[in-house]
C-alpha cells in the first residue's frame, strides 16, 4: 500500500514540475519576447486598438516594431507612424506606394489591410517610428495594463515569485529524493535482517 504512495506521489510530483517548468519558461519567454527583445533591438511593444489591419492584426494583438532608415522601407511593409507632431497617436499600415524627393527624403502612400481606400495623407519620414517586426496575439491587452508604474511594480514581483518557486521546487526536489533514498535504505536493511 505505502508501495503505490509512493508511486503515486512520484508520478504527481513528475506532472507537478513538468507543468511548474513549462509555464514557468512560458512567462519567461514572453517577457523576453515583449521586454527584453525589444529593448535590445531599440523597438517597442505596442498594443493594435482598431481592426484596420485585419486579418493581419487583430485589435488586441501585440505588434513590436523597430526602428529603420525610412530610405530602405519598401512597399508592402507595416509601418508605425506618428499621425501629427506632438501628439501620441500611431498608426500601424502597410505601405503602397513609396515616392522620394530630390533632397533625399522619402514619403509613403500606406493604407489598412481592411480598408477599401488609401490613407488620404503621405507620410513623411520624419513620421515613422518604425516597422512591425514581430506580432504576439491578443498580448497586447496585457502589455496596456503592464504599463508604468504597475510595470514597475509587477515585473519585478513576478520576477520575486519565480525565484522563491524555483527554489522552492529545488528544495522540495532535494527533500523528496532524500526521502526516496531513505526509503530505499531501510527496504534494504529489512530484506537483509529477513534473510
Given amino acids: 500500500m505505502e508501495q503505490n504512495q509512493t508511486k503515486l506521489r512520484s508520478v504527481v510530483s513528475a506532472i507537478w514540475n513538468g507543468l511548474s517548468t513549462g509555464i514557468s519558461i512560458l ?14 533591438a531599440g523597438g517597442m511593444p505596442l498594443t493594435v486598438l482598431s481592426g484596420s489591419m485585419r486579418p493581419s492584426y487583430e485589435p488586441g494583438d501585440l505588434v513590436v516594431i523597430r ?32 515616392s522620394s524627393a530630390t533632397d533625399g527624403s522619402v514619403s509613403f502612400i500606406t493604407q489598412g489591410d481592411a480598408n477599401d481606400v488609401p490613407d488620404a495623407t503621405p507620410i513623411r519620414d520624419v513620421q515613422i517610428h ?15 495594463w503592464f504599463t508604468g508604474d504597475t510595470r514597475r511594480i509587477v515585473v ?22 532524500g526521502r526516496e533514498r531513505g526509503v530505499a535504505k531501510q527496504g534494504g536493511q529489512v530484506q537483509h535482517t529477513a534473510a
Fill in 27 to 40: 512567462v519567461v519567454a514572453v517577457a523576453a519576447l515583449v521586454i527584453a527583445v525589444p529593448a535590445a
Fill in 130 to 144: 518604425g516597422t512591425v517586426w514581430y506580432r504576439i496575439p491578443l498580448l497586447g491587452w496585457v502589455n496596456d
Fill in 156 to 177: 519585478p514581483a513576478v520576477a520575486g515569485i519565480l525565484l522563491l518557486y524555483a527554489l522552492w521546487n529545488v528544495v522540495s526536489g532535494v527533500r523528496e529524493r
Fill in 67 to 98: 526602428p529603420k532608415d525610412p530610405r530602405e522601407i519598401g512597399v508592402g511593409e507595416v509601418i508605425t507612424y506618428q499621425v501629427r507632431s506632438g501628439e501620441s497617436e500611431l498608426i500601424t499600415h502597410r505601405v503602397i506606394e513609396k
